[in-house]
């Protein structure tokens, strides 16, 4: 391949960003400055949510007047729900998540106002009503009774109340809480230069998001959480997982949930959400993922130098939780609405089109023959 071409924009620097950076000096994801794991410890995700949005944590009041919002939000349209009843029972919920904010797009009173208060506002609703959405469709595809949103309840325990019927332990809901602020945020990735590329025409926040769900939705970004937790059904006990990563690895077979483009020793993630995983492992009396876990950890670093990415950790998490594995990418989605929102703000803010250039290699100039002499 010609030198010049850079597949995949592979170490290209295309803009500057004020939102989030890894940095290796404290061996971290920051957002806004501040430690992905600090946050973890001191703050709920709606803080996070907050603080990724509006460049700085709350204060108690700001928090009130956010999380009112986001629950006065909640609710979907009469004819939003009409449309989810009837959409086909085995489609991906990722299909479904990326159709219902496209919805919600037709129906937003503001959808071609791009002003920064507009956005703003704009993306405060896709963030209160995707999970409502999701959580119709969980139940409705199992023939379940809908359960409609919960305003006296946080952003995580109202996502089990929808999907459950019930709010599980503290313990689990933090554990779930952890797990969206890791996965609120993460720079330049596929979904997000997507998100920000769709932007960069003009369009809008609805469109934008629309199609970084489309792009999340691939086992090499976020669907990977899903294909781990597939892995791991597949090697059923941690007696077989030995053997069942050497051969793996012996036949070049890429392992879901290890290697990062950007982190190439360790995801600063991991430790967090693996201890996490631990304490849900813990309640739910089930050992047996961590131990699949550990030995293919184990195995990949010994063998090949790849660490695991936070997508590792996650899948049995959620499985561990209760989830149907369908789901756990459109978990990712309705934490990651919040990264995608601030870098369509910030793309507005200062926009240029993005454009990159191709090297053409096909056919060299021809000559167009009429048709009765091709
Ligand atoms: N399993 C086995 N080998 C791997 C893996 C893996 N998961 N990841 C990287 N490698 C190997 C590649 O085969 C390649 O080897 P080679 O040089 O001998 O050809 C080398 O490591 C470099 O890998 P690339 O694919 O070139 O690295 P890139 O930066 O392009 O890809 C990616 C990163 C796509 C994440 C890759 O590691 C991968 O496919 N991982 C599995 C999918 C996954 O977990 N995705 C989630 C990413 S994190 C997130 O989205 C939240």
Redesign the pocket.
């Given at each position: 391949m010609n030198e010049d071409v850079k597949k995949?924009l592979l170490g290209i620097v295309v803009d500057e960003t004020e939102i989030s950076k890894v940095m290796p000096e404290i061996n971290s994801l920051t957002y806004r400055g501040y430690a992905a794991q600090d946050l973890c410890v001191a703050c709920r995700f709606e803080e996070v949510a907050y603080l990724i949005l509006n460049k700085d944590l709350p204060n108690s009041i700001q928090l009130k007047k956010f999380e009112k919002e986001e629950r006065d939000n909640r609710e979907l349209t009469k004819n939003l729900y009409e449309i989810i009843k009837h959409l086909p029972k085995k489609s991906h919920p990722m299909d479904l998540a990326r159709t219902a904010v496209s919805v919600m797009g037709l129906e937003d009173k503001e959808t071609s106002n791009s002003s920064p208060e507009a956005n703003l506002r704009k993306a405060i609703r896709i963030f209160s009503k995707t999970p409502t959405a999701l959580a119709a469709f969980y139940r409705i595809r199992k023939g379940q009774k809908l359960i409609k949103p919960n305003n006296n309840l946080s952003f995580s325990e109202n996502f089990f109340y929808m999907c459950f019927g019930k709010v599980p332990q503290k313990e689990i809901v933090k554990a779930f809480d952890v797990s969206l602020i890791l996965y609120a945020e993460h720079s330049f990735?596929v979904s997000t230069f997507t998100a920000r590329t769709i932007t960069s025409s003009l369009s809008d926040i609805h469109g934008a998001i629309t199609g970084a769900i489309a792009s999340l939705k691939g086992?090499?970004?976020?669907g990977?959480n899903e294909e781990v937790m597939r892995m791991m059904k597949k090697i059923k006990k941690p007696e077989n997982a030995l053997k069942w990563i050497k051969n793996a690895i012996a036949k070049k077979?890429?392992?879901?949930?290890?290697?990062?483009?950007v982190y190439k020793s360790g995801d600063s993630r991991v430790p967090t959400m693996r201890e996490y995983f631990g304490k849900v492992a813990k309640i739910k009396k089930n050992k047996s993922y961590e131990k699949i876990y550990d030995i293919i950890e184990k195995t990949m670093i010994k063998e090949?130098n790849?660490y695991p990415?936070?997508?590792f950790p996650t899948g049995p998490t959620y499985h561990l939780m209760g989830f149907d594995t369908d789901f756990f990418t459109p978990i990712f989605v309705i934490s990651r609405i919040i990264g995608w929102s601030a870098h369509i703000m910030e793309q507005h803010a200062a926009n240029k089109l993005i454009r990159p250039l191709a090297k053409y290699k096909g056919n060299k100039y021809r000559q167009v023959m009429d048709l009765n002499q091709r």
């Open positions: 995949g990735n086992p090499l970004h976020g990977a077979q890429v392992v879901m949930g290890f290697g990062h483009r090949k790849i990415n936070v997508d």
